[in-house]
């Protein structure tokens, strides 16, 4: 009672005789008590999303349903086009085998995407554009490919010391360009 008949009387608390490092919580504006909770939610909430997966799916995924409706021997070009729509990919050299691909990447906040679902649906058409066979094939049949690690010299590269000053003997300075001579006859 006398604590807040003090605070009244002159707008300042008396000073505290006891625990001087002792600071109440009511002290302490709600409105900043406020803030301080929405920006501890906010974190919590930041550090959730991170853990979410994004997931990817690239590529034509077929309906496995739509797929049983084709019938080796029976179902044309045209029907395949109905259930599963246009193909991921016609084979170079076969206009009459096409490749339905389909993949699923996961990542997880910074680190690298993997595939962790593949497909490939290749289906090849006879002469007169009938369904001639259907193969499904996962990631257990995926091979892995080893990529050359040499690149093929391209023109305009990082030319050496020597051939920049030949060339700017030779063409004159970068800035400056030349007048084109004029050609054929003249008038």
């Known amino acids: 009672m006398q604590l807040s008949a003090a605070l009244r009387r002159t707008g300042t608390a008396p000073p505290f005789r006891g625990f001087p490092m002792i600071v109440r919580a009511s002290r302490i504006p709600s409105?900043?008590?406020?803030?301080?909770?929405?920006?501890?939610?906010?974190?919590?909430?930041?550090?959730?999303?991170?853990?979410?997966?994004?997931?990817?799916?690239?590529?034509?995924?077929?309906?496995?349903?739509?797929?049983?409706?084709?019938?080796?021997?029976?179902?044309?070009?045209?029907?395949?086009?109905?259930?599963?729509?246009?193909?991921?990919?016609?084979?170079?050299?076969?206009?009459?085998?096409?490749?339905?691909?389909?993949?699923?990447?996961?990542?997880?906040?910074?680190?690298?995407?993997?595939?962790?679902?593949?497909?490939?649906?290749?289906?090849?058409?006879d002469g007169a554009g009938i369904v001639r066979e259907m193969k499904q094939l996962g990631m257990e049949d995926a091979q892995a490919t080893t990529y050359v690690q040499r690149t093929t010299p391209t023109r305009g590269g990082e030319p050496g010391f020597l051939r920049s000053i030949y060339d700017t003997i030779l063409r004159g300075p970068v800035g400056r360009q030349r007048q084109a001579a004029p050609r054929g006859p003249t008038d």
């Open 31 to 125: 409105r900043a008590r406020a803030c301080v909770r929405f920006a501890a939610a906010a974190a919590l909430l930041a550090a959730a999303a991170a853990c979410n997966p994004i997931t990817d799916n690239l590529g034509n995924r077929t309906l496995k349903e739509n797929v049983e409706q084709i019938q080796v021997g029976r179902s044309s070009k045209a029907d395949v086009v109905r259930l599963l729509g246009s193909p991921s990919n016609v084979a170079a050299f076969d206009p009459d085998t096409w490749y339905y691909v389909s993949a699923r990447l996961v990542q997880y906040a910074f680190l690298k995407a993997r595939t962790v679902d593949q497909n490939v649906l290749a289906i090849r058409f």
